[in-house]
């Protein structure tokens, strides 16, 4: 199952902004966990007033994760007087959400990319120790990353062993890689788009804003039916 992986952004904006990112966060994981989505937060900047966040990125994985992106990313809107600033007369803040390129983090390592060396025990453990090759050494061919077990009394458990914390050992690696590419992105993220807003919220509560809709009723008013009788 592929990870999918989104930045909530203030855009640099003021403490309004950064606010508002916090509060979306919180609506966020709350509605991905109501959709049986699994999430972690990979990186976080905080913001200066506490609380708050300038950008937050999170990985998601899960069915239909990509219809539940589809519903968040875009630009966010809220409108409400700043509690910062209680004398602005701006009330209509903005934040973005956008889906990273996560062809790294979805990056699996095959058994072909390990190359296993098997040697002889060292230490304590008994008269058999430096008889039997059970020690193994794991390397990932493509990284040169390497780990060596030996902890194991069979080679075959060495060799599972040494492979789970190869893979842990890449995976921490490949985190820290993409922790600062989102960095990167963060300092080099451009002005947000403030047209067209995918979601609003307003007040303090933060309650999505509900557009009005017009709805004619097919049934006649006293005052009609009247005239209509009148006309007859």
Known sequence: MKKKIIQISSGRGPAECCWVVAKVLKKFLKEANASGLSYEIIHREPGDENGTLKTVSIGLQGTDVDSFIKNWVGTIQWIGQSSYRKFHKR???FIGINQLDATECNHKMK???????????SGPGGQHVNKVSTAVRATHVPTGESVLVSRRRSQLQNKNEAKRRLLGHLQEKQLLRIKDRIKQEWKNH????????IKIFKGSDFKPRQK???????????KQKILHQMDE
Not at 212 to 222: E, I, Q, W
């Open 91 to 93: 009330r209509n803040w």
């Open 111 to 121: 058994d072909s990319e390990i190359r296993y060396e098997f040697t002889r025990s």
């Open 190 to 197: 451009h002005q947000l788009k403030r047209g067209n807003p």
């Open 212 to 222: 009005s809709k017009k709805y004619r009723s097919g049934r006649k008013s006293m």
